[in-house]
Nanobody
Framework: QVQLVESGGGLVNPGGSLRLSCAASGRTFFGYVIHWFRQAPGKEREFVAAIVWSGGITDYSDSAKGRFTISTNNAKDTVYLQMDSLEPEDTAVYYC????????????????WGKGTLVTVSS
């Protein structure tokens, strides 16, 4: 059974940085794409970034490009989301998600989800 456990959220000042982690277990993730989505209060869940587990190909939302970096440590079965230059608009619950095959920016297409970690950007 696939398990995704996020960590690393917290309170950070505008302009600051956080690194989120997603520990994946339950199967081999070769051929999977690991995504990060986020959901702000009162808003729909939105795509942030994705990485192909076996090949390292990445994709980012427009709001994440240039500020966020997704990466993997395959030996630790962990995916990271390094977030720099954080803005109050980045405040949200961040979810790790896994899907076999291709990048999906639509949350309804994703099979596996973690429970999320809260990121609050505020002074």
């Amino acid at each position: 059974q696939v398990q995704l456990v996020e960590s690393g959220g917290g309170l950070v000042n505008p302009g600051g940085s956080l690194r989120l982690s997603c520990a994946a277990s339950g199967r081999t993730f070769f051929g999977y794409v690991i995504h990060w989505f986020r959901q702000a209060p009162g808003k729909e869940r939105e795509f942030v970034a994705a990485i192909v587990w076996s090949g390292g190909i990445t994709d980012y939302s427009d709001s994440a490009k240039g500020r966020f970096t997704i990466s993997t440590n395959n030996a630790k079965d962990t995916v990271y989301l390094q977030m720099d230059s954080l803005e109050p608009e980045d405040t949200a619950v961040y979810y790790c998600a896994a899907q076999p095959g291709v990048v999906s920016t639509r949350p309804e297409k994703i099979d596996y989800w973690g429970k999320g970690t809260l990121v609050t950007v505020s002074s």
